[in-house]
């Protein structure tokens, strides 16, 4: 009876892992599956939201000025791949050697990761042309929806926010941390909107994507460690009261 007991005890982590990665791919098929829909339907069924994208490129074309061009220029490059990892990188290992922990870095890494994996794949099925304006970067390859450079942002500026939230006290203290680093997001989008990389609904999906991506990452491994906590507490009541029957 003992060995069958430590046998099933054994298998409780391993079950809780399969059952945490099962609901994480569905969240992440879920997601995917609504950003192809979306992209897939902007490329050319919803012709009033295509119509009115455009009218908002050529808008930020005629606002264009030599000062913004600079300014634009620098934002919109933060959020270049290089710079994303690198700065995800650094981030992560100052807040392991400060707080003595893998999970916040790990958390960060993920959700940038996530984020990028989402949007190349969506790229690969999904075929949007990027505005019909003058652009000012090089169009990479890949389709116009969703805005990679946005989404990298976003998850990247989210996590530290959220994660460096989680050390301040008081619910404003925790709003203001958050809200201020994700100016750094918000610049990126107008930015590639301003430059003609992106329509408004490209980067507008961006966002939700690096949002999505960081709040799937959360829920898998914080939900994780939180269901083996109870499962490790639950046993542990367990055995106090078969201890306490046998007595």
């Not at 099933?8 to 994480?24: I, K, Y």
């Not at 009033?48 to 994208?53: F, H, L, N, Q, T």
């Not at 930020?60 to 634009?72: A, C, S, W």
């Not at 929806?145 to 006290?169: N, Q």
């Amino acid at each position: 009876m003992t060995e069958v007991r430590t046998r099933q005890d054994r298998s409780l982590p391993e079950r809780r892992s399969r059952r945490w990665v099962g609901a994480t791919v569905a969240m992440v098929l879920a997601w995917m599956a609504v950003l192809i829909g979306v992209g897939t339907l902007l490329g050319g069924p919803l012709a009033a939201v295509i119509d009115r994208d455009n009218a908002w490129s050529v808008e930020f074309e005629e606002e264009r000025t030599p000062l913004l061009d600079e300014v634009t220029h620098w934002w919109s490059t933060s959020a270049d791949t290089a710079v994303i990892i690198g700065t995800a990188l650094v981030v992560g290992l100052v807040m392991r050697v400060v707080w003595g922990r893998w999970v916040e870095p790990l958390l960060l890494w993920a959700a940038v990761a996530l984020q990028s994996s989402m949007f190349l794949t969506t790229t690969l099925l999904v075929s949007r042309e990027r505005p019909s304006v003058e652009k000012l970067d090089p169009a990479p390859p890949t389709s116009s929806f969703p805005s990679g450079h946005t989404g990298a942002s976003t998850a990247l500026y989210l996590s530290i926010g959220l994660l460096l939230a989680s050390r301040v006290r008081g619910r404003a203290g925790r709003v203001a941390v958050v809200a201020l680093l994700l100016l750094v997001p918000l610049g990126v989008a107008v930015s590639r909107l301003y430059r003609g990389m992106h329509f408004p609904t490209d980067v507008l999906f961006g966002a939700l994507n690096g949002t999505v991506a960081v709040l799937i990452v959360r829920q898998a491994v914080l939900g994780w460690r939180e269901d083996d906590a109870a499962g490790a507490d639950r046993h542990d009541r367990s055995d106090s009261a078969s201890g306490t029957n046998r007595s």
